[in-house]
């Protein structure tokens, strides 16, 4: 499955889709963590300039709702995409969506085989796997999106019972929490396509104008500045580093 994701992902078929470059074993270099004889496999996926995931975005920024269900409308698309072709990413999660802080496009990344039970779908917890887990973890992603980046939830079970306690904050806070119902139907036959997800938040969105927005065009630049400060200091901390292991290497020949 990973090799399929791969063809998939190569060469940035889809916008939504980090780009996958390759697949290699490579010896392990870290003993501790393992047999040093084992060879890994590595997935080789294009770097997301002023990436961070989903979840650390949310946290930091608290963008309003329109920016939240954007973001999850380019996940909705990959996904899509990625049904369309015939194949499943068993784990979208937060941690597992890079949010390009300067221009709020999502991308869907690790193209793994493995699932995280917070996440994932009563019949993916049995082993089985169904084209539409795929709408109910994006529901449970998004839902950790509209509760500021924190998952409070351990199973399925306790996530129906969160999306059951949620009280809509407005018609478009509404609108979103019913397509969550939709897409976390027990029956995966009950559930709603991922094509009617995207249809539905287009629908709600207004993508058009979104772009046009003042409060949304304020919050990128934010986003922009901070990504810019903390390449700074990024660099400003390795060039210490660098300094630090010159000297260090200074005293040890003197």
């Not at 899509?80 to 068993?90: A, D, K, P, Q, R």
């Not at 084209?131 to 939830?153: D, E, F, K």
């Not at 976390?184 to 396509?193: G, I, N």
Request: glycine share 6%; proline share 4%; hydrophobic share 35%.
């Amino acid at each position: 499955e990973v090799e399929k994701m791969l063809t998939l992902g190569k060469d940035g078929l889809h916008p939504n889709l980090v780009a996958l470059r390759g697949l290699e074993f490579l010896r392990n270099v870290c003993p501790e963590q393992g047999d040093a004889h084992d060879d890994n496999l590595y997935i080789f996926m294009d770097y997301v300039e002023s990436g961070m995931t989903l979840d650390h975005f949310v946290k930091q920024y608290n963008p309003p709702i329109e920016t939240i269900l954007k973001l999850m409308l380019d996940v909705a698309r990959g996904l899509l995409f990625i049904s369309e072709n015939g194949h499943i990413h068993s784990d979208i999660k937060p941690d597992n969506i890079l949010v390009d802080a300067s221009t709020l496009l999502a991308k869907i990344s690790d193209f793994g085989s493995g699932y995280t039970p917070a996440y994932s779908s009563p019949e993916t917890a049995r082993g089985d796997a169904d084209p539409t887990q795929h709408q109910w973890t994006w529901a449970t992603t998004t839902l950790v999106a509209l509760n500021g980046g924190v998952c409070s939830w351990k199973s399925h079970e306790e996530v129906l019972l969160f999306l059951k306690k949620q009280e809509a904050k407005n018609a478009l806070h509404r609108a979103v929490l019913d397509l969550c119902k939709g897409c976390m139907q027990l029956t995966p036959e009950a559930r709603c396509s991922m094509n009617d997800v995207v249809i539905r938040l287009e629908e709600v969105l207004c993508v058009e104008s979104l772009s046009d927005d003042f409060e949304n065009r304020d919050m990128m630049e934010s986003c922009r500045i901070q990504t810019e400060i903390g390449h700074i200091l990024l660099f400003e901390l390795t060039q210490k580093q660098k300094d630090y292991d010159r000297a260090r290497t200074y005293l040890n020949t003197a």
